[in-house]
């Protein structure tokens, strides 16, 4: 380490991540830095990281310390990725090399609860505002490290009061242009039931839900007739019908506990039967 | 509209968005803004957001007007995602409600292919860089855009110079805590087989591939018991035998069209037969 390089930690891709809350603390003595300073600092880095060979450079700026985005922007840094009050700025050193580091996350990940009641009537609603406002299977977007099933639950549960159980994964949809420029959408339909039959009292989110119902399979299917519900339901109902009849698991999932070194991690896995 | 409030649409969700570029060409009349005007101006939009009841604004800020960043950010701004040269910035305004803005992508999609030659050999492959450095399967990331299928072939033959065709989704897993922090994985492992059973040479990527064969399940037992794969390849290929066996199809890719309001978008749906 020579002197004014800030603070960084190796990665196994040859590469190097610097974080402005270590920098600030380490480098800049905790007193908060002019720009003048952190450029002089930053260039004197890219000069040290580049003499050793380093690839890529990854810059986490909190927010407390936004100041240095224009700075890194003017050092040909680039976004990878932001959330919250974190921002991640990225570049590639060699020239004579091809940048091989890995693009921002850009899938969300949605689900939608097929809720069959002992019955035979599905649970619909219509959301308040968005895009499409027919009748739909409640759903959402997972939060972070969410689990699939569970975000199906609390979904279900936001949206129409109805407490279900996962039973498996239906079909998932794949879109490859979706919400924002250059972002995909996976959409898994999952099957469940009510975990209480006697108790399938309807609760609207006063926040999102317009509209929600049990609805019979005849009354669907008049809604499709009359163009208000979207297609893509019928086919999901028609799938369903298709495995419940074989008596087949479908796509279930099981957890895992994997070892990857010296941590252990839970993976869920998606089995087809 | 009112002077003095930047340039914004409104969305189907009583939000508001705002993009530098846009706001630079009419807004500023082409002349870079200083720091003060922009304050100024962005305050005046706020106020005339927040009295006109919006929800959340969206605030898109090219890299050519970094500046713009602390300037949000000292204005209750958070980030919500960024990428390349787009960075999105966005503040809830209603006092009395929550908010209710969707999170950020955070997952990524990653395929491996598992695929089978007809004398019933696995291609395996060893990375030059990483966590793991035990035989695995080809595979690595999607690209914005990319479906399952292309992505896979396309791993497959940068990683091994194989062209191999996509046939099934065999399983998946879902890493609820992943690659960054409060990030999501979604791995896809597909069936294949070689497009041209009669070239199957290997051409190892130099830039990725420090080693690539193809194994006998014989060989692959005997690198499981010797610790050289993860056992979770045994796992797949254990389930790979039990779909064959089977003779169903397994999850498969369809590709729909379907139209939503006046523009019609290719769907890619996995069904489970």
Redesign the interface.
Known sequence: MTDNVLSFTKD???GVTVKSTVSFEKDFENTVPNTELATKWLETSIEFWKNQHYNGVWFEVD?KH??W??IL??HGF???????????MIRWLPED??N?L????????GVGGVVVNKKGEVLLMREK????LGWKFPGG????????SEAVKREVLEETGIKAEFKN?????????S??????D?YFLCYMTPVNEDDITIVKCE??TADAKWVSREDILKLSESGEI???HM?ILD?LDK?LQSGRN??YQEQFS?K??SST????????D
């Open positions: 196994v891709f040859d927010l936004i100041y985005v224009p922007a003017q680039t976004f990878h990725r932001a959330r919250d009050e974190l921002c991640v090399k091809p091989t890995p693009l921002y996350p850009f899938t969300s990940v505002r968005g895009s499409y977007l997972a939060d972070p490290g969410e689990r699939i994964v239906i079909t998932f949809r794949h879109i490859t242009q919400l924002y420029e250059k972002s995909c996976l926040r999102e979207h297609h893509f086919i799938r495995l479908g796509c994997f990857a070194g991690r839970q993976w869920d896995m998606y089995f087809v």
